[in-house]
């Protein structure tokens, strides 16, 4: 069985870099072929995709995210993380990770995370 569990900081303040980390259990990120995404939902909104990364190594972004986007891995840790600089309080939302096969682009996740909150406020 697949876990993924988001962690980081809850609260960021403005201007600053949202840094946050995905642990995967029971299964490799490097495994052909699964892409791992980021995803968010700001309260009272929809889902939002913000990039992923391959099991390979490459990294796809939203375009409206990506000049602020950074998705990185670290393998020995099966980890993958999450960096968004120049935050403002509409970055406020509940951040997901997650597991697709299709894809970076096709929402066809398997495994979610629990979704961990992220305020932006001083």
């Known amino acids: 069985q697949v876990q993924l569990q988001e962690s980081g900081p809850g609260l960021v303040k403005p201007s600053q870099t949202l840094s946050l980390t995905c642990t995967v259990s029971g299964g490799s990120i490097t495994t052909n072929y699964y892409y791992w995404s980021w995803i968010r939902q700001p309260p009272g909104k929809g889902l939002e995709w913000m990039g992923a990364?391959?099991?390979?190594?490459?990294?796809y972004y939203s375009p409206s995210l990506k000049s602020r986007t950074s998705i990185s891995r670290d393998t020995s840790k099966n980890q993958f993380t999450l960096q968004l600089s120049s935050v403002t309080p509409e970055d406020t939302a509940v951040y997901y990770c997650?597991?697709?096969?299709?894809?970076?682009?096709?929402?066809?996740?398997?495994?979610w995370g629990q979704g961990t909150q992220v305020t932006v406020s001083s």
């Open positions: 990364i391959a099991y390979s190594g490459s990294t």
């Open positions: 997650a597991r697709g096969l299709k894809g970076p682009y096709y929402s066809d996740y398997d495994y």
